[in-house]
């Protein structure tokens, strides 16, 4: 076996040249001139964009279609938030952060189109199992040695987390509406998790178990409000795609639309002033002594550094409590590039391919039909097993996890050609990788929606869909509407408009 790592740094942080260089030289193409080249110069507004993920790019393009002056500025020197796309050689891509969208993302499947980016497609999960010593296969319900109810038998994970969410008066669709939940929705899932609610319609402890191994050790344990549209993405479509060359394809495609001269690589915001001593306008200084002004803030700089900024005047008591109370994920990314597929021969494959409760909590196939041969995984670790591996130094780490995997599962991998870890806890612009709200956290969902000022919020922090870049879009439009109700987002024109 090779335990070489894989290029890390460079390809993990690209320099804004290299950026900007890739985005001139093609690397989306762009069939229309950009946005910006056909926006308004006069009647819009001033809005800095504070961050370049897919929630502040959204924004952005939406406000310059309607012909407002656009600036984004960005702490890090590359485009793409938690998009983080790596090259594992070969021509082959793995995926540091989003890892793959689903056929339930019209959004996503919206600029997708707009942009004309090839896609790969994915294997839905057919996993192995390991809990409490022993294992089941997906692909043979009949043999599962769990203490099962009658009715969990025989039917798939997804069939039977389905069954509970619709006597529990949900379903797959509806609580991925942006409007979901009302009023009574929050007062009835604020307080409770996802195991609460499921046992409270019929489920087995092990069928919790079984839950937790396909879906994360935090699965039934988290908070039903938050979890429930995660657990509709993974458990209401099983059509997955990435896009070929990276999912970092999709934000550089925003950004060559929005225009290269409109984006502030490097700068970490240190001040954002709306006191009134820049007269109606919001003034946002930057840690190199910058400063840039406008007529609204669209903020999508993560809770968890929110502390870093001064604000003047400060916050008001809601909103700093929501970024101090707000919870935050530490999840570790362990990439693996194998010679080949080798775990298909044994009927295993996809989204996730194995999970249980090991250390090496989940291991996700993300293959599908990319060509080279090679396979391509990576493992999720939260939690307390996430913890574990922080505490090993960095070179050792993904070693540790791939090598236990193996000591239990050691038919799934053949030769493993490289290896590598990434932890999102580690990055000062973000120090965490998921946010959202606690048990009994409800009433972010509204605070969130709310602006400060003339400050508007975004991320997909700020919406229920953490985690996803359909959440990230969806804030991002919202958004935009504060400031313009007629912004828009380019693409499919069936998509709901109404946010």
């Known amino acids: 076996m090779t335990s070489e790592a894989m290029p890390g740094g460079p390809a993990l942080t690209p320099s804004r040249r290299g950026l900007l260089r890739a985005a001139a030289a093609g690397a989306v193409a762009i069939a229309a001139p950009t946005v910006a080249a056909r926006a308004q110069s006069t009647g819009g507004k001033k809005v800095l964009i504070l961050g370049a993920g897919m929630a502040g790019l959204a924004s952005g393009l939406a406000l310059l279609r309607r012909g407002h002056d656009v600036t984004i500025l960005e702490y890090q020197d590359r485009i793409g938030g938690r998009l983080l796309s790596v090259p594992l050689g070969d021509g082959m891509f793995t995926e540091a952060g989003g890892g793959h969208f689903r056929s339930n ?232 590039k194998t010679r080949s597929p080798s775990w298909l021969s044994r009927n295993v494959h996809g989204w996730p391919m194995a999970g249980g409760d090991r250390p090496w909590e989940r291991v996700i196939d993300i293959t599908g039909n990319e060509p080279g041969g090679f396979g391509s995984t990576f493992f999720y670790l939260n939690g307390t097993n996430a913890d574990a591996v922080l505490k090993l130094p960095r070179a050792e780490r993904a070693a540790v996890v791939v090598d236990q995997f193996r000591r239990d599962m050691p038919d799934l991998f053949d030769e493993v050609v490289s290896m590598d870890s990434f932890a999102w806890s580690e990055q000062p612009w973000i120090r965490g990788s998921f946010g959202g709200p606690p048990i009994g956290g409800g009433w972010m969902v509204k605070e969130w929606s709310v602006p400060e000022g003339r400050i508007h919020f975004a991320g997909d922090f700020t919406t229920l869909k953490t985690g996803w870049v359909e959440g990230a879009i969806e804030s991002g439009l919202r958004a935009a509407r504060q400031i313009d109700p007629e912004a828009r987002p380019e693409g499919n024109p069936r998509i709901r408009q109404e946010l």
């Not at 296969?137 to 203490?147: K, Y």
């Not at 009835?188 to 046992?199: A, P, Y």
């Not at 002004?293 to 005047?313: C, H, N, R, W, Y």
Request: glycine share 10%.
């Open 105 to 336: 993302m019209p959004y996503v499947l919206a600029y997708v189109r707009r942009f004309n980016l090839p896609l790969l497609s994915l294997n839905d999960g057919l996993p192995r199992y390991m809990i409490d010593g022993k294992v089941g296969e997906g692909a043979n319900l009949a043999t599962w040695p769990w203490p099962l109810s009658a009715e969990e038998r025989q039917v798939t994970v997804s069939s039977m987390l389905n069954q509970y969410l619709y006597r529990a008066g949900l379903d797959s669709d509806t609580v991925l509406d942006a409007r979901w939940p009302d009023d009574e929705g929050l007062d009835r899932l604020g307080n409770v998790t996802v195991g609460d609610l499921i046992r409270g319609v019929g489920a087995s402890e092990a069928f919790c178990k079984v839950l937790d191994a396909h879906g994360g050790t935090f699965t039934s344990s988290s908070q039903a409000l938050g979890a429930i549209p995660d657990l509709a993405y993974h458990f209401g479509d099983q059509n997955l795609f990435r896009i070929q060359g990276g999912n970092s394809r999709l934000p550089l495609a925003l950004a060559a639309a929005i225009g290269r001269d409109r984006f502030v690589l490097g700068s970490p915001v240190a001040k954002i002033d709306q006191s009134g001593q820049s007269g109606p306008h919001v003034r946002v200084a930057t840690r190199d002594g910058r400063e840039f002004t406008g007529d609204a803030v669209i903020s999508t700089i993560p809770f968890s550094v929110m502390g870093e900024v001064e604000v003047l005047p400060q916050w008001s008591a809601r909103k700093a409590r929501m970024f101090a109370e707000m919870e935050w994920d530490r999840t570790v990314k362990v990439i693996v």
